[in-house]
């Protein structure tokens, strides 16, 4: 029986320092890869559902990274789960959205001009609705995003 409680405490231990370690590792990847702060298509222009959105990313004081999306009338707050940089500088990131009951991941392209591109945009069950740089409803390109902050 205690040898038993000591590997439940050693595992509880371990998933403690290992939740902690990861928060920071995501934290660290969006910040080196240079996502962290407010994107729009045009900074000037108030946000707007039709007319474009604000999209911000922070890092919390608890290490969280946190999604905030302004569409004007409505706005929501979400947590960033996951990201990974591939080699050729992809960003691949993956937001829960408790609001639609699902996570969703996306693919960021930084330009050499420091713009940002949506590359793709998917639904955990696979269902696109960005592939290859563009919208997959009507095949038009994905606007460059710039950095407002």
Not at 115 to 126: D, F, Q, T, V
Request: contains cysteine; charged residues 25%; hydrophobic residues 40%.
């Amino acid at each position: 029986m205690t040898r038993c409680l000591g590997c439940w405490i050693a595992a509880a231990v371990l998933w403690i320092a290992f939740t902690a370690a990861g928060a920071e590792t995501l934290a660290a990847t969006v910040e080196q890869w240079g996502l962290l702060g407010s994107w729009a298509v045009d900074c000037a222009a108030r946000p707007d559902r039709d007319k474009g959105s604000l999209l911000t990313y922070e890092i919390r004081k608890d290490g969280r990274v946190m999604y905030r999306r302004d569409f004007g009338e409505a706005k929501d707050e979400n947590e960033v789960v996951s990201a990974t940089v591939e080699a050729e500088g992809l960003l691949n990131v993956m937001v829960y959205f408790p609001s639609l009951h699902q996570a969703r991941e996306f693919g960021l392209l930084l330009a050499k001009d420091g713009s940002l591109r949506a590359i793709y945009n998917r639904s955990e069950r696979g269902v696109y609705t960005i592939r290859d740089g563009k919208y997959v409803a009507t095949g038009a390109p994905t606007p460059a995003q710039q950095r407002c902050d």
